[in-house]
């Protein structure tokens, strides 16, 4: 009898999209977790999760071993770890916090080049020029029909964080965009 | 597009992050269990719907998610101030140019 095997697939795996000033491609698999607690929980977290969470609006930290904490909302954060899993370095943390494993919710993609911005700005309403939205910067906000989460990676480098069945939507919707981004 | 200000995010977003969400400061009776149905039907279902300055609930959806309160004019869709929602109600007066202000802001 044939042995049966499980092989877990992203999206949008093997997509690559583009033009000649940015390439979109999806981000490596990763752990997530969805994580709220008050101001008196924090300490224990960020102990737990070798990080500072940030506490003001829109600002990100990365920890060196590639962690990444992102500001949602005053007592929200989303947790981003491409190896470590960071639902089990929180599980025994003596503090009043909840935490939801969003790993397999959330797919990413990103988006790279000088034409970076304008093909975000296709669909995203915010203001994400330098002054408003620097590197490190990042926000739940909207691009096209969908929430996502956007954060700003490098000067001309993004990642975006959707929910894995608007993946291919979101993928479209920048395919579509990059090719006017430079014009 | 209209851009509001959320006052969690501490900076003015685009209305597409934005829901509304009813009438501020509509305060529950306690005990609810003991009132009239005619009391209940004007804490339940009745709202003011006035045309000019309303107090409202918004929701930063998109966003940082919170709810908070918004003073708006019905009229000219124009956004008077917003404020975290459990805070006072902001007061608000028209000055002799026509136009709402939070009391005491002046110009």
Known sequence: ????????????????????GVAIAQAAPAHRI??????????A???????????????SVTAKSGRMALWLGPDEWL????????????????????????????TAIKVAGRGA?????????????????????????????????????DANAYRIECWRSFAEYAFEFLSDAAHDCMA | MLLIHCPYCGEDRPELEFRHAGEAHVVRPDPISEI?????????FIRDNP??????????????ARFFNAVRDTVSDKFVTTYKAGNPKVEIERGEDGIARVKGDGQ
Request: hydrophobic fraction near 40%.
């Open chain 1, 79 to 106: 947790v981003i770890d491409e190896k470590g899993d960071p639902m089990a370095d929180v599980a025994g943390v003596d503090a009043f916090f909840s935490v939801v494993d969003v790993s397999h919710r959330n």
């Open chain 2, 36 to 44: 009239s149905d005619e009391e209940f039907e004007a804490y339940f």
């Open chain 1, 1 to 20: 009898m044939a042995e049966a095997v499980a092989t877990r697939t992203s999206p949008l795996d093997g997509l690559i999209a583009g033009s000649v």
């Open chain 1, 45 to 59: 977290l960020n102990k737990a999760l070798g990080l500072d969470l940030p506490t003001e609006p829109k600002k």
């Open chain 1, 34 to 43: 969805s994580l709220r607690v008050g101001a008196d929980g924090i300490p």
């Open chain 1, 117 to 153: 911005r304008a093909t975000l700005e296709a669909g995203c309403p915010q203001d994400v020029t330098d002054d408003a939205f620097p590197i490190g910067a990042c926000s739940r906000t909207v691009m096209g029909k969908i929430e996502i989460v956007l954060m700003r990676t």
């Open chain 2, 51 to 64: 045309k000019g300055l309303t107090y409202e609930r918004w929701r930063h959806m998109h966003g940082c």
